[in-house]
C-alpha cells in the first residue's frame, strides 16, 4: 500500500485569516462561537469546542482560478492553533462523520474524473492510497459527504 499523508491548511493560509486577511471572495471572515462538534478546523484538524470563536470564510484549496476549483466555506480556530502534524494518522476531524467525498486531482489541479466517491471513514486510508497509486493522480481532496465543504487534503 503507497504510504498517505494527511494534509491541514497550509498555515500561510490560516496566518492570512488570523491576521485580517480576506476570504477567497474578497469578504473579511465572520465570527461564531461553536456549539459543540460539526465545526472542525481545518488547521489543527481537530473539532472546535462548544462556546470557542471561530471563524468562517470561503477557501478555495487550489493555487489559481481554473474551472475546478472549487470554492466553499470553512471553519478555522479564531485563535491560533498548530498546525495538525501527525500526518500519517487519520486526522480527528475525519471521526466526525460516518462517510467523506474523495476526489483525486491531477498534477494541474483538475478533477480527474471516475475517481469521485463517497467512502466510510474506515476505508479512506485504502481508496485513498488506490487513488494515489494511479499516475494521473497527484493528490486527492476529503470533502464533506453531506454538505460538500473541504476537510482536508491527501498526499
Known amino acids: ?6 494534509t491541514a491548511m497550509p498555515s500561510v493560509d490560516a496566518d492570512h485569516m488570523w491576521n485580517g486577511g480576506r476570504d477567497a471572495y474578497d469578504n473579511p ?3 461564531m462561537i461553536s456549539d459543540g462538534p460539526g465545526h472542525p478546523c481545518r488547521h489543527c484538524l481537530g473539532n472546535i469546542d462548544a462556546g470557542e470563536e471561530l471563524l468562517v470564510f470561503a477557501y478555495r484549496p487550489f493555487p489559481t482560478l481554473q474551472p475546478y476549483a472549487e470554492t466553499g466555506p470553512i471553519f478555522l480556530h ?8 501527525a500526518e500519517e494518522i ?12 474523495l476526489r483525486g486531482y491531477s498534477e494541474n489541479d483538475r478533477i480527474v ?20 497509486a494511479k499516475p494521473e493522480v497527484a493528490y486527492v481532496h476529503v470533502r464533506s459527504a453531506r454538505n460538500n465543504c473541504y476537510q482536508c487534503r491527501i498526499d
Not at 1 to 6: L, N
Request: charged content about 15%; aromatic content about 10%.
Open 78 to 85: 479564531k485563535r491560533n492553533c498548530s498546525r495538525y502534524s
Open 90 to 101: 487519520l486526522p480527528p476531524l475525519l471521526t466526525t462523520s460516518p462517510d467523506f467525498i
Open 1 to 6: 500500500m503507497t504510504a498517505i499523508r494527511f
Open 29 to 31: 471572515p465572520e465570527t
Open 113 to 132: 474524473y471516475g475517481t469521485g466517491a463517497v467512502i466510510p471513514v474506515s476505508n479512506i486510508s485504502d481508496y485513498a492510497a488506490m487513488l494515489l
